[in-house]
């Protein structure tokens, strides 16, 4: 593949996940992120055919961070490490993939309706793989008898905040844009919440003895 052309999908895929994350899918023109990408028309559709297409690769471009995410869950042996290295690796996503993390998120909104079925394929592989971790770890006495699945659906809402309610955080912190500060304190106020709910009983109370000493 030449570096002419890698480099104008790369700036035709930034465009389009900007133009997807500001009017949707059905709003999106492909003309607008023809010229958003600064690139002929004609490029957009040699290179990806439809804007379907091109949909489904902003979309997979989210996806493979996702998975990253969840591998880091799942390289430790201790849940308080692989938990924090979770909830860290997915704050860090929206950071850095805002535009795409936003036409995920309004993806998932609405049902899912097109994302590709090699998305969801990986996608619920993988979040098989991590309830199966979080339980694991739950039947071995090293997290609370807490419910695994409501556990993970609670990580995912808490570290999709940023993307799915940024005017109301806006209304909060008095920032448009959410700034490192603001993610990285996103990050550690989600891992507290979540590893003081899972400590398990017996460790809750060594930690109490200890306070009250």
Request: glycine share 6%; aromatic share 8%.
């Amino acid at each position: 593949m030449s570096a002419i052309r890698v480099r104008n999908e790369q700036l035709i895929l930034a465009a389009a996940s900007e133009e997807f994350a500001a009017n949707g899918f059905d709003a999106t023109q492909t003309s607008n992120i023809a010229a958003r990408a600064g690139v002929p028309k004609a490029n957009l559709y040699y290179y990806f055919q439809t804007k379907e297409n091109l949909y489904s690769k902003v979309l997979l471009g989210f996806v493979e961070p996702l998975l990253e995410a969840s591998a880091a869950l799942r390289e430790s042996d201790d849940p308080m490490i692989g938990l924090r290295a979770y909830i860290a690796a997915r704050i860090r996503i929206a950071r850095e993939h805002p535009a795409i993390a936003k036409v995920f998120s309004g993806e998932l909104l609405l049902g899912a309706r097109q994302l590709p079925h090699e998305c969801r394929d990986l996608l619920h592989a993988e979040a098989r793989r991590n309830v199966e971790c979080l339980r694991s770890w739950i039947e071995r006495g090293l997290l609370a008898p807490v419910d695994p699945e409501h556990l993970m659906l609670f990580i995912w809402s808490a570290t999709r905040t940023y993307t799915n309610i940024g005017w109301q955080m806006g209304c909060i912190t008095g920032r448009a844009v959410p700034q490192d500060e603001d993610y990285q304190t996103a990050a550690q106020t989600i891992t507290r919440m979540v590893l003081e709910g899972v400590v398990p009983p017996q460790v809750g109370e060594i930690r109490r003895v200890l306070f009250a000493t």
